[in-house]
């Protein structure tokens, strides 16, 4: 009978531990149940995580960063609708800290990104599975691996799937100093292609031009000056065939207006919040078009294709040769988030400032 009772307890002790390891990691994470307004309707929660299952890995998340289609969908605004309750965030850079059995592309200690969006990634910890996930280098900073999926792609994929730009053609673009921008300007530098970034005037205008010059803009024309420029007609620079727009309104129609002959405009935001308004002499006599583009719709439609890996290749490839920076950031520890989201949305400064939460 003692027997019988201290097998028991052995394997009631083996249970126990086994249960406790699996669960050992108690993950910090950013949920919301309902819509409205982040500083409102985020609740940082705690919750065990199990070990990962067979193809799963478990991940440390290093830093995620804050963008606007975040806050929008927190908001409801967004056409991405999570399920409640829902881990907020899309973005991030995280450490490998246990695999799966089957798992076989991935290694403990490697370096990840998602490579799916939705993951919800505003947590210390999460389980993914091993094909959401795209491994990176541990050489790329922290900073630049946050914010690889979102601006830079959309950045690359709007200089590459609407009209082709070689070196020695123009672009020209509205809210030049957006994250989207400087990555704009970034590559076209690396790939000999002008770029004219267009911005809102502002205190201190003159050093918001030197650090977009330096990254890689051609020139830098505010709004006002936008209208009265002649770089175009005096041929100091080539027409543009590509007009980059995020902030609609007359912004919109005055960049619309210096393409050239058969030019495509791409919008892929709304800043201002105003329908574009497009001159009858430019559809008519220059046959310009006006596209629209969404990175979440792209990635779904080519979450396989080898435009994708071609794409992360070239970017990844940029970051390691410092060709290519994260835009202008602040890193705010986790426990902040609500400071950092309030912030986020406060467009004033010289420089578009990119959040990033920063998780350890």
């Keep these: 009978m003692q027997n019988i009772s201290s097998q028991r307890f052995l394997q009631n002790s083996f249970d126990v531990r086994q249960w406790t390891r699996k669960m050992a990691i108690?993950?910090?994470?950013?949920?919301?149940?309902n819509y409205g307004e982040p500083a409102d309707v985020l609740e940082l929660a705690q919750e065990p995580l199990p070990s990962p299952e067979k193809n799963q890995v478990l991940v440390k998340i290093l830093a995620a960063p804050i963008n606007p289609a975040d806050i929008n969908t927190i908001q409801g605004k967004y056409p991405v609708k999570p399920k409640f309750p829902a881990i907020a965030g899309n973005e991030c850079v995280a450490e490998i800290q246990e695999v799966g059995s089957c798992v076989k592309n991935l290694k403990k200690g490697q370096r990840v990104v998602p490579f799916v969006t939705g993951l919800g990634t505003w947590s210390?910890?999460?389980i993914y599975d091993e094909d959401q996930l795209l491994p990176i280098s541990d050489t790329i900073g922290l900073a630049e691996a946050a914010t690889l999926t979102v601006n830079p792609c959309t950045a690359y994929r709007m200089l590459k799937d609407f009209v082709e730009v070689l070196p020695g053609h123009c672009v020209i673009q509205n809210g030049a100093n957006s994250a989207v921008g400087q990555a704009v300007h970034q590559l076209c530098k690396a790939w000999g292609i002008n770029s004219v970034g267009v911005v809102?005037?502002?205190?201190?205008?003159?050093?918001l031009k030197n650090y977009l010059k330096k990254l890689g803009a051609t020139e830098v024309l505010t709004e006002e000056e936008v209208r009265a420029s002649k770089i175009f007609k005096e041929n100091q620079l080539p027409k543009p065939m590509l007009a980059l727009n995020c902030v609609g309104g007359k912004s919109a129609t005055e960049i619309s207006r210096h393409l050239d002959d058969k030019g495509v405009m791409v919008t892929y935001g709304g800043m201002a919040r105003e329908p574009?308004?497009?001159?009858?002499?430019?559809?008519?006599?220059?046959?310009?078009?006006?596209?629209?583009?969404?990175?979440?719709?792209w990635t779904k439609e080519n979450s396989t294709a080898p435009e994708r890996f071609k794409m992360f290749e070239d970017l990844l490839k940029l970051i390691e040769q410092k060709q290519f920076i994260a835009p202008v950031h602040e890193m705010v520890p986790l426990e902040k988030y609500k400071d950092a989201t309030k912030a986020s949305?406060?467009?004033?400064?010289l420089i578009g400032k990119k959040y990033i939460?920063?998780?350890?």
Excluded: E, N, Y
Aim: hydrophobic share 50%; net charge positive.
């Design 26 to 33: 108690l993950a910090k994470a950013l949920k919301f149940s």
């Design 124 to 126: 210390t910890h999460a």
């Design 200 to 207: 809102r005037d502002r205190p201190g205008i003159q050093d």
């Design 276 to 297: 574009i308004a497009v001159a009858t002499a430019s559809l008519i006599f220059k046959d310009i078009s006006f596209r629209g583009f969404w990175m979440t719709r």
């Design 345 to 349: 949305l406060d467009f004033k400064g």
């Design 357 to 360: 939460l920063s998780m350890h």
